[in-house]
């Protein structure tokens, strides 16, 4: 069993759909981040969530919208995407602040597929 | 910015032989952490191993362990006596400092390296 609860496990849209990718952890952390990995490319860091504040955007195009009620849950809506964003979506966790190792947990990732 | 280079795509080992894998990594920090991250078929990344870079002992779980070397900005991860379930890809990740309390935790990863184990 997993801290971090990813679903759906797969996903396959069209580039017209709308769709959400949810991320759930259960770890009492206060940071959630949303990461891309394609094959061969690091790991993209997408989105960080503080205290369900958005901390950072590294430049995402808009057509990824993410929302975090409370530092448990975490979405990521997608709408009118490419296939060059096919990729697997990793959310993951951590304990904020200073006085941490800043170790991420991660669920198993969103395996997305656009049409 | 920061970053890892992972410069082995894939390696292979035998089953109870050892294997190193390579990373370096570039900062201009002094303090930071290190970590070796695996994610096998089933695709949960889970946590090998991590270094204090402040620390000047290598860090060892069981049969992992690491080669930190600071100057070099060296950090290896040598797996002992590899077992069939050691297969899965091998990222190493670092993370800059945090000195105030609250802040989120932003590591930055390598490319990866695929380990395979063989009979």
């Known amino acids: 069993e997993t801290g971090v609860t990813q679903t759906p496990r797969h996903l396959v849209m069209g580039m017209t759909n709308k769709k959400s990718l949810k991320c759930e952890q259960h770890l009492g952390h206060n940071a959630m981040y949303w990461y891309k990995q394609s094959a061969k490319k690091p790991l993209e860091l997408m989105f960080v969530y503080n205290f369900k504040e958005q901390t950072e955007n590294n430049s995402v195009p808009s057509r990824f919208s993410p929302e975090c009620p409370n530092s448990s849950h975490l979405f990521l809506h997608l709408h009118t995407l490419q296939p060059e964003d096919s990729a697997l979506y990793l959310c993951a966790s951590s304990p904020a602040g200073a006085g941490h190792t800043g170790e991420l947990f991660f669920g198993e990732g969103s395996r997305l597929t656009v049409l | 910015a920061q970053t890892v280079t992972q410069s082995q795509p894939e390696m292979s080992v035998q089953e109870a032989e050892t294997v190193t894998l390579s990373c370096t990594y570039d900062?201009?920090?002094?303090?930071?952490?290190l970590f070796w991250y695996k994610q096998p078929p089933s695709r949960q990344m889970i946590l090998v191993i991590r270094?204090?870079?402040?620390?000047?002992q290598n860090a060892t779980e069981n049969r992992f362990s690491v080669n930190f070397q600071k100057a070099a900005k060296s950090f290896s991860l040598k797996i002992s006596d590899s077992q069939l379930g050691d297969a899965a890809m091998y990222f190493c990740?670092?993370?800059?400092?945090?000195?105030?309390?609250?802040?989120?935790?932003?590591?930055?990863f390598g490319t990866g390296t695929r380990l395979q184990v063989t009979l």
């Open positions: 900062t201009s920090e002094s303090d930071y952490y």
């Open positions: 990740a670092y993370r800059r400092p945090v000195y105030n309390t609250g802040t989120a935790s932003k590591l930055t």
């Open positions: 270094q204090e870079a402040y620390k000047q």
